[in-house]
């Protein structure tokens, strides 16, 4: 892999490949959870991206067992193995704010405005293994430092955004090598890390899709259970579930 000859041009080769916004996207893969030495198990999921919108499909085996959308800012979770579903708006000031909750969702994406002009202005410096951001997004109605750790030619390594005020990580994201999809240049694995939540997402397959064919999550079933992203009993299940954040801590 040729090294970038300077922080300028890895930061190039990065907003050059990842920063490029794209009419809408499809793939599949793997998602394999862990809670310290304890895992969760896996699903096989199916996602689909347009502009704002993300809706993912989460198979154990045979069977449907998670469906999840984020159209704008409202945000939608159902476990049908429990007949149970999560909606409602992601609130501006909670976490990173419905923008933020978007580009975590799909962190390859940097295309978003505010994520490039961060970028974009972000300090770079050399580390032993390539090259380092340091910058801050605002997201959320806060400013949240992060560093951006990029190997040696300038693909992604290592996310790390921290509280307002740099009081702590709150989610670091981590990128496996880069590999030529029939959609483009995407990492082999993304992995989030939250506390003692590691979810990993492997994929295996990404390709560009036309938007006409993009279907929405269904709706609920009239017997299912469901409650509203306000209800703090939402987030402790939310929690146990799907491991997004330590108890007492925002998602």
């Known amino acids: ?144 430092p992060f560093t951006l750790d990029l190997d040696r030619r300038g693909d992604p390594a290592r996310l790390a955004v921290a509280r307002p005020g740099g009081r702590g990580e709150r989610i670091v994201v981590r990128y496996g090598p880069t590999k030529s999809f029939r959609g483009g240049t995407m990492p082999r694995w993304i992995e989030w890390t939250q506390g003692s939540a590691v979810i990993r997402l492997s994929i295996d397959e990404y390709a560009r899709g036309e938007p006409a064919r993009f279907r929405h999550a269904p709706a609920a079933d009239p017997e299912w259970t469901l409650m509203t992203l306000d209800d703090p009993r939402s987030r402790d299940l939310l929690r146990r579930y799907l491991g997004i954040g330590e108890r007492g801590e925002d998602p």
């Open 1 to 144: 892999m040729p090294r970038a000859a300077s922080g300028s041009e890895a930061r190039a080769h990065l907003l050059a490949t990842f920063a490029v916004p794209e009419a809408g996207s499809r793939g599949v893969g793997v998602v394999a959870a862990k809670h310290g030495d304890r895992r969760e198990g896996s699903l096989e999921v199916r996602w689909a991206t347009l502009a704002e919108s993300t809706v993912v499909f989460g198979y154990a085996g045979p069977v449907r067992a998670i469906d999840a959308s984020m159209l704008g800012d409202s945000l939608y979770v159902a476990l049908r193995t429990s007949d149970l579903g999560f909606a409602g708006p992601v609130r501006e000031r909670e976490g990173l704010g419905p923008a933020g909750l978007r580009f975590l969702a799909r962190p390859w994406d940097l295309s978003a405005a505010w994520v490039k002009d961060a970028i974009e202005h972000a300090a770079v410096e050399a580390r032993d293994k390539g090259w380092r951001l340091r910058g801050t997004f605002a997201s959320g109605g806060s400013a949240h």
